[in-house]
């Protein structure tokens, strides 16, 4: 199945080079690019792409104003692609707050090309987490200087999970791939992916992205924590 990908940058020899390199895999089909936020929403619904790469950085409609716009649309809208935020490694605030936002994850700009070809695919496959020990990273950087007020009543929402469950969020929250936790629990690769749904559903989140960063916020985990 061919990945329906839109490139929204404000520089046009980003766009151009992303496109370029995206267009020659056989499974990736870039159908369209836009210069600022507020037109990468308008090709969002017109396209429907499976992913969005989103600079963070744009003017009209910055990257996380418009991610939350392609994430949460109005009613009548029901397509809703993933999200790749597209960033620097010393970016401020809005990383993290697109992660809240239900954006899958974020590549950096330097990043070696195979990474974001690879970032694309992992993304459109619903993993919804990149690089997921660099991503725990980058959170844990943001929680403990930010401080971010917590969910509400984070506690009683953990209390909704079983033991196994609740042990599967943490893993996730250190950064282990499907694959990792499996091994780490001697369970199958489709019992770790059951249990994560399972974890999504009851703490009504909506990928493993937003799984981290309630880990971090309930204190399931905590910066520092060694992975």
Sequence with gaps: MTIRVIVVDDQAMVRAGFAALL??????DVVGEAPDGRQGVALARSVHPDVVLMDVRMPELDGLSAAREVLDPPPGVVHRPKVLMLTTFDIDDYVYEA????????????APP???????????????LLAPSVTRRLIADFVRRQ????????????NGLTPRESEVLELIAR?????????????????????IGRVLAKLDLRDRAQAVIFAYEAGVV??????
């Design 23 to 28: 267009s020659a895999q056989a499974d990736i």
């Design 99 to 110: 992660l809240r936002a239900g954006a899958s994850g974020f590549l950096l700009k330097d």
């Design 114 to 128: 195979a990474d974001l070809i690879s970032a694309v695919r992992v993304v459109a496959s619903g993993e919804a």
């Design 147 to 158: 401080r971010p007020a917590p969910r509400r009543d984070p506690a009683l929402r953990l």
């Design 175 to 195: 950064g282990l791939s499907n694959q990792e936790i499996a091994g780490h629990l001697v369970v199958a690769e489709q019992t770790v992916k059951t249990h």
């Design 222 to 227: 905590r910066p520092g924590d060694g992975g």
